[in-house]
């Protein structure tokens, strides 16, 4: 494909987020700016590269076979960082809970916690992701057979099921009895959760987007690999 400069500007726009925001947390002056001129950029970025994919893709044939392998390898190299990413969480997780130390009681959860019922709103969320996952597998099974109607419907019901989880764990947080500042407990909860229930507002966005494009016919029974 042709030569393209955002990921240099990527490169830049993720630089000075990280920066920024280490700046802004220890309140230095310019910090805040700094943070915004990262996320701004980020943002832009996202658009403006994505789209160049899709013009590739869709109007200037650039996709070949040798473009779809190194899209799917770059797919799945990112997976495998997003896997040891929560492997992270996990482990702080398992580490602290099978052997908790005696400053926090000894105990798992520590003595001053009061823990979420799993069977309460976790259990709803997590019928509730089961349900997206096999209603986006439903509409990717459509494509494949030609069904553009069925195909629509069930990306429907996946952003439905997306949006209802998002709205669920904010309803979560705001009634939590412990905070982010209450110990590892804490700490490992909402840093998890947290990044968990931001993975599902970017892919619903993700998935808003394969949306739009479903309904202006941007993917074939053969190429829907943006999908």
């Known amino acids: 494909v042709d030569p393209s400069p955002w990921p240099l500007v990527a490169a830049f726009g993720g630089l000075s987020l990280t920066f920024g925001a280490v700046l802004f947390m220890h309140n230095y002056e310019g910090g805040g700016e700094l943070l915004c001129l990262g996320v701004v950029t980020i943002l832009y970025v996202m658009f403006t590269w994505w789209r160049d994919i899709i013009r590739e893709a869709l109007f200037e044939g650039q996709h070949t076979s040798a473009v779809q392998q190194g899209l799917r390898m770059g797919m799945i190299l990112f997976i495998v960082s997003e896997v040891m990413f929560f492997f992270a969480f996990f482990w702080a997780f398992f580490t602290s809970s099978i052997s908790p130390v005696f400053n926090i009681g000894g105990v798992w959860p520590p003595t001053h916690i009061v823990a979420i019922s799993p069977w309460g709103l976790p259990f709803v969320n997590t019928i509730l992701l089961l349900s997206s996952g096999a209603s986006v597998t439903w509409a990717h099974h459509a494509i494949i057979a030609g069904f553009k109607k069925e195909a629509m419907l069930g990306l429907n019901i996946t952003l439905m ?67």
């Open 161 to 227: 099921f997306a949006v209802a989880f998002t709205a669920m764990q904010a309803f979560e947080y705001a009634g939590a009895p412990f905070s982010m500042s209450d110990g590892v407990y804490g700490s490992v909860f909402y840093m998890a959760t947290g990044f968990h229930g931001f993975h599902v507002i970017i892919g619903t966005i993700f998935l808003a987007i394969c949306t739009i494009r479903l309904y202006f016919d941007h993917f074939s029974r053969q190429h829907h690999f943006g999908f």
